[in-house]
């Protein structure tokens, strides 16, 4: 198996930089054992204008088989692949990914102790593999290529035999990248894409694999087209493992969108203004965040904390002294701990924050007596019929002093000219509601329940359609106990058990 990177320079940025980017010195030849053969780094040519770094993998098809490493699709025994003689040794595979991760381990991860500032360079790029296993053919090898922002993605099939061109070709395919990429991003590429193309692995599909296909594809695999595709692949078509991964990948897509579509909406209503003006995800916190000044809030409700954005600004004010984070997806609390590097935080900052899995659909004990609760950009994405359960659980159950829910204004629709008519700003919103909707729904869950509502603005108010995002802040009543009855139920009635709707 063999590929070569290639790139070129100036005497004031030498192509020779590329040793240091893989760690490797272009004036040796290296050798480094893996677990099924030998891969050796050398550079055919090292100059100021021009340098190519070579990995050749030579594969032991006998360590192969006798390690009972020879396995296919979901780590189930593959014929092709637990015989002595077959096209591993000779085509680029997951064999090859793995040496790639293996030799250039501090290439991948962006690391460079000597020259720190080189690994976040663009620079020219010239990746070749001479024989590339493509089930798929050379539209696939385009489908996974084009949109990572090569200039050239050329892919020529290998005959099946030269001498009998009748044959047709073979399932091979010769490939040359050519681009200005980080270097760590063309590796990262290849270490996915290259079992994706030959839709196979040599060893068992673990659950660590699709923490190894998250941490590859950062920065790129979320918003690639094919990246369904790309999952099931790479683990090989194991469904469970691919739900996973997508999945977790979706929370990615937001969380780099800053919690939702509708964030490259807002941001892409004018360009020149998008320039000038302040995110409306950043708007959005900073008016939760006053609302919560003013109720003099100190211990915080965040309920569908998602990625944990608001927690995190949250516990930048220490007048906050504790802030619950509660999401039903436990893949979400998760990122939100590694946003908030729980691990590394100190124990008087980690003692002021918990993150706990629940659902606003249930009634929960643990969610009673805190100073205020926050829904940002919740209540849409539950189907209507679910709401009052919300409602409940917060206003009945938990009843903070204040409540604060925040939810798009369907109004303001109309101003992003990318929106098409009639469509809702994220798949996955169940409704959007107009001003007098959402006022009037406020109206009566404060009546229910004895609050008061009043009504904030969040972003530029538009005189015709209003602000893009409508904020209802909720204050109890000073006195509720005999305000109605349904106020005296509420305070007495019991938490449904698991599972029962509220």
Same mark, same amino acid.
């Given at each position: 198996?063999?590929?070569?990177?290639?790139?070129t320079?100036?005497?004031?940025?030498?192509?020779?930089?590329?040793?240091?980017?893989?760690?490797?010195?272009?004036?040796?030849?290296?050798?480094?054992?893996?677990?099924?053969?030998?891969?050796?780094?050398?550079?055919?040519?090292?100059?100021?204008?021009?340098?190519?770094?070579?990995?050749l993998?030579?594969?032991?098809?006998?360590?192969?088989?006798?390690?009972?490493?020879g396995?296919g699709?979901?780590?189930?025994?593959?014929?092709?692949?637990?015989?002595?003689?077959?096209?591993?040794?000779?085509?680029?595979?997951?064999?090859l990914a793995?040496?790639l991760?293996?030799v250039?381990?501090?290439?991948?991860?962006?690391?460079?102790?000597?020259?720190?500032?080189?690994?976040?360079?663009?620079?020219?790029?010239?990746?070749?593999?001479?024989?590339?296993?493509?089930?798929?053919?050379?539209?696939?090898?385009?489908?996974?290529f084009?949109?990572?922002?090569?200039?050239l993605?050329?892919?020529?099939?290998?005959?099946?035999?030269?001498?009998?061109?009748?044959w047709?070709?073979?399932?091979?395919?010769?490939?040359?990248?050519e681009?200005?990429?980080?270097?760590?991003?063309?590796?990262?590429?290849?270490?996915?894409?290259?079992p994706?193309?030959?839709?196979?692995?040599?060893?068992?599909?673990?659950?660590?694999?699709?923490?190894?296909l998250?941490?590859?594809?950062?920065?790129?695999?979320?918003?690639?087209?094919?990246?369904?595709l790309?999952?099931?692949?790479y683990?090989?078509?194991?469904? *469970?493992?691919?739900?996973? =991964?997508?999945? #977790?990948?979706? &929370?990615? /897509?937001?969380? $780099?969108?800053?919690? !939702?579509? %509708?964030?490259e909406?807002?941001?892409?209503?004018?360009?020149e203004?998008?320039?000038?003006?302040?995110?409306?995800?950043?708007?959005r916190?900073?008016?939760?965040?006053?609302?919560?000044r003013g109720?003099?809030?100190?211990?915080?409700l965040?309920l569908?904390?998602?990625?944990?954005?608001l927690?995190?600004?949250l516990?930048?004010?220490?007048?906050?002294?504790?802030?619950?984070?509660?999401?039903?997806?436990? *893949?979400?609390?998760?990122? =939100?701990?590694? #946003?908030l590097? &729980?691990? /590394?935080?100190? $124990?008087?900052?980690? !003692?002021? %924050?918990?993150?706990?899995?629940g659902?606003?659909?249930?009634?929960?004990?643990r969610?009673?007596?805190?100073?205020?609760?926050?829904?940002?950009?919740?209540?849409?994405?539950?189907?209507?019929?679910?709401?009052?359960?919300?409602?409940?659980?917060?206003?009945?159950?938990?009843?903070?002093?204040?409540?604060?829910?925040?939810?798009?204004?369907?109004?303001?629709?109309?101003?992003?000219?990318?929106?098409?008519?009639?469509?809702?700003?994220?798949?996955?919103h #169940?409704?959007?509601?107009? /001003?007098?909707?959402?006022?009037?729904?406020?109206d009566?869950?404060?009546?229910?329940?004895?609050?008061?509502?009043?009504?904030?603005?969040?972003?530029?108010?538009?005189?015709e359609?209003?602000?893009?995002?409508?904020?209802?802040?909720?204050?109890?009543a000073?006195?509720?106990?005999?305000?109605?009855?349904?106020?005296?139920?509420?305070?007495?009635?019991?938490?449904?058990?698991?599972?029962?709707?509220?």
């Amino acid at each position: 198996m063999f590929l070569t990177i290639s790139t070129t320079g100036t005497p004031e940025r030498p192509a020779t930089d590329l040793g240091f980017l893989l760690h490797k010195h272009p004036g040796r030849t290296q050798a480094f054992s893996t677990s099924h053969g030998t891969a050796h780094v050398f550079y055919p040519e090292a100059t100021a204008e021009r340098c190519t770094a070579a990995l050749l993998l030579e594969v032991d098809p006998v360590a192969l088989v006798r390690r009972g490493q020879g396995k296919g699709r979901g780590g189930a025994p593959d014929a092709a692949l637990a015989q002595y003689v077959n096209d591993r040794p000779y085509a680029a595979s997951s064999l090859l990914a793995v040496a790639l991760s293996g030799v250039f381990r501090s290439a991948l991860k962006g690391q460079c102790t000597a020259r720190p500032e080189l690994p976040e360079e663009r620079r020219p790029l010239r990746v070749e593999i001479p024989v590339l296993p493509a089930r798929g053919g050379a539209a696939l090898v385009h489908r996974l290529f084009d949109p990572l922002g090569w200039d050239l993605v050329d892919v020529e099939p290998v005959p099946l035999d030269e001498q009998f061109p009748e044959w047709g070709d073979s399932r091979y395919v010769r490939l040359v990248l050519e681009g200005e990429l980080r270097l760590a991003d063309a590796l990262r590429q290849l270490y996915v894409l290259l079992p994706v193309l030959d839709d196979a692995k040599h060893y068992w599909i673990a659950p660590d694999e699709v923490d190894k296909l998250l941490r590859a594809g950062d920065g790129w695999l979320a918003s690639h087209p094919e990246h369904g595709l790309i999952s099931s692949r790479y683990l090989a078509r194991h469904k *469970r493992l691919t739900q996973d =991964a997508l999945e #977790r990948l979706e &929370l990615v /897509r937001l969380a $780099e969108a800053d919690g !939702s579509e %509708v964030e490259e909406i807002d941001n892409a209503v004018d360009d020149e203004a998008a320039e000038r003006s302040v995110p409306l995800a950043v708007q959005r916190r900073e008016a939760i965040l006053a609302a919560l000044r003013g109720a003099g809030a100190a211990r915080v409700l965040d309920l569908g904390c998602g990625q944990g954005q608001l927690v995190q600004a949250l516990l930048k004010e220490v007048s906050f002294t504790e802030i619950v984070g509660m999401d039903v997806s436990v *893949r979400a609390l998760n990122m =939100a701990a590694k #946003r908030l590097r &729980l691990e /590394r935080m100190g $124990e008087r900052q980690s !003692s002021r %924050v918990t993150l706990l899995q629940g659902s606003l659909a249930y009634t929960d004990k643990r969610l009673a007596g805190y100073d205020a609760a926050v829904l940002s950009e919740v209540i849409e994405h539950l189907d209507l019929e679910r709401l009052p359960a919300l409602e409940y659980a917060v206003f009945g159950s938990a009843r903070p002093r204040t409540v604060l829910v925040t939810t798009p204004n369907v109004e303001y629709n109309v101003r992003w000219e990318t929106l098409p008519a009639g469509q809702v700003r994220h798949g996955d919103h #169940r409704f959007e509601w107009t /001003r007098a909707e959402f006022r009037a729904w406020a109206d009566g869950v404060a009546s229910r329940y004895g609050y008061g509502v009043e009504f904030v603005a969040v972003g530029d108010d538009d005189p015709e359609v209003g602000p893009p995002t409508q904020m209802a802040v909720f204050t109890q009543a000073d006195t509720d106990t005999d305000s109605d009855s349904t106020t005296t139920d509420i305070t007495t009635t019991e938490t449904p058990k698991e599972g029962e709707a509220a």
